[in-house]
T-cell receptor, first 115, second 110 residues
Framework: KAGVTQTPRYLIKTRGQQVTLSCSPI?????VSWYQQTPGQGLQFLFE???????NKGNFPGRFSGRQFSNSRSEMNVSTLELGDSALYLC??????????????FGPGTRLTVT | KQEVTQIPAALSVPEGENLVLNCSFT??????LQWFRQDPGKGLTSLLL?????REQTSGRLNASLDKSSGRSTLYIAASQPGDSATYLC?????????FGKGTKLTVNP
């Protein structure tokens, strides 16, 4: 079974631009979550999608948004990029929501650099 | 608000040593606890998952325990090897999200 894939792997953008990141979950997984990882803050939860619906959202400004498609693939968008948005963005998938036996499987991440 | 703490933040040991990494969390209302490994600049690799009703899980040289009532978990690594060098993260699954600790950076010296 293929793992979680994220595209692109690396991205360099300029302040003020917008960016879209893509995540394809493991086949059959319906839950997709996004995390931002920075050296100072560690891993912080952005949002979670299940069956095309956002189930939870972390404490991030409205510039961060996402969506999930009917095939469970997910995209996240960051508008009006700031230098502080430079981070590793990780996507995780799971078969369902809140089942104790279900692991979260992570993709390799997208490294975003804002200059 | 769930908070996860990992101690120590960094650990350096000689090859062959057995070691323990610690993780504590503030709210016992969790679905499970996962230990992950992260190599520099890479994604997370799941090592072990302990469901909230379980006490421990083992995989090869790794053993993780969970004491939900005291809010503690430990990851025991036996006979450490240089290839074990990485950052180890623990995370608890709550009713809302996966909450991570800041990790323990492990260096195993040959």
């Amino acid at each position: 079974k293929a793992g979680v894939t994220q595209t692109p792997r690396y991205l360099i953008k300029t302040r003020g631009q917008q960016v879209t990141l893509s995540c394809s979950p493991i086949s059959g997984h319906r839950s997709v979550s996004w995390y931002q990882q920075t050296p100072g803050q560690g891993l912080q939860f952005l949002f979670e999608y299940f069956s095309e619906t956002q189930r939870n959202k972390g404490n991030f400004p409205g510039r961060f948004s996402g969506r999930q498609f009917s095939n469970s693939r997910s995209e996240m968008n960051v508008s009006t990029l700031e230098l502080g948005d430079s981070a590793l963005y990780l996507c995780a998938s799971s078969p369902w929501l809140r089942v104790p036996s279900y692991e979260q499987y992570f993709g390799p991440g997208t490294r975003l650099t804002v200059t | 608000k769930q908070e996860v703490t990992q101690i120590p933040a960094a650990l350096s040991v000689p090859e062959g040593e057995n070691l323990v990494l610690n993780c504590s969390f503030t709210d016992s209302a969790i679905y499970n606890l996962q230990w992950f490994r992260q190599d520099p600049g890479k994604g997370l690799t799941s090592l072990l998952l302990i469901q909230s009703s379980q006490r421990e899980q083992t995989s090869g040289r790794l053993n993780a325990s969970l004491d939900k009532s005291s809010g503690r978990s430990t990851l025991y690594i036996a006979a450490s090897q240089p290839g074990d060098s990485a950052t180890y993260l623990c995370a608890v699954l709550t009713s809302e999200k996966l909450v991570f600790g800041k990790g323990t950076k492990l260096t195993v010296n040959p």
